[in-house]
């Protein structure tokens, strides 16, 4: 069983940045985040497999948000730069330890999730 830790959130004015962290307990292969804002379903932000070689992101997220990991630490960062009111909702690490990366985006591939982060982005 793996455990994830999420870190990082917190409040920032629009334009403003935040890095997100997510540490596990334990070794795996592909990791995500997702993203649950209030009365709306959970919806996928990004994903990278283990080396770093592929990533997928959220078209309403690309060229803002980058995703990146220490698999030293079994560590991922989420970076959110450029963050608008419409970025604000609780978000979710999610991993799994499945060899199969089909683009991280369907929560059904993650076994391990973690409890979420805050994120507020005042306008």
């Known amino acids: 069983q793996v455990q994830l830790v999420e870190s990082g959130g917190g409040l920032v004015q629009a334009g403003g940045s935040l890095r997100l962290s997510c540490a596990a307990s334990?070794?795996?292969?592909?990791m995500g985040w997702f993203r649950q804002a209030p009365g709306k379903a959970r919806e996928f932000v990004s994903s990278?497999?283990?080396?770093?070689?592929?990533?997928n992101y959220a078209n309403s997220v690309k060229g803002r948000f980058t995703i990146s990991r220490d698999n030293a630490k079994n560590t991922v960062y989420l970076q959110m730069n450029s963050l608008k009111a419409e970025d604000t909702a609780v978000y979710y690490c999610?991993?799994?330890?499945?060899?199969?990366?089909?683009?991280?985006?369907?929560?059904?591939?993650?076994?391990?999730w973690g409890q979420g982060t805050q994120v507020t982005v005042s306008s």
């Open positions: 999610a991993a799994t330890s499945s060899v199969f990366y089909s683009g991280g985006a369907n929560p059904s591939e993650y076994e391990y």
């Open positions: 334990g070794r795996t292969l592909v």
């Open positions: 990278i497999i283990r080396n770093g070689g592929r990533t």
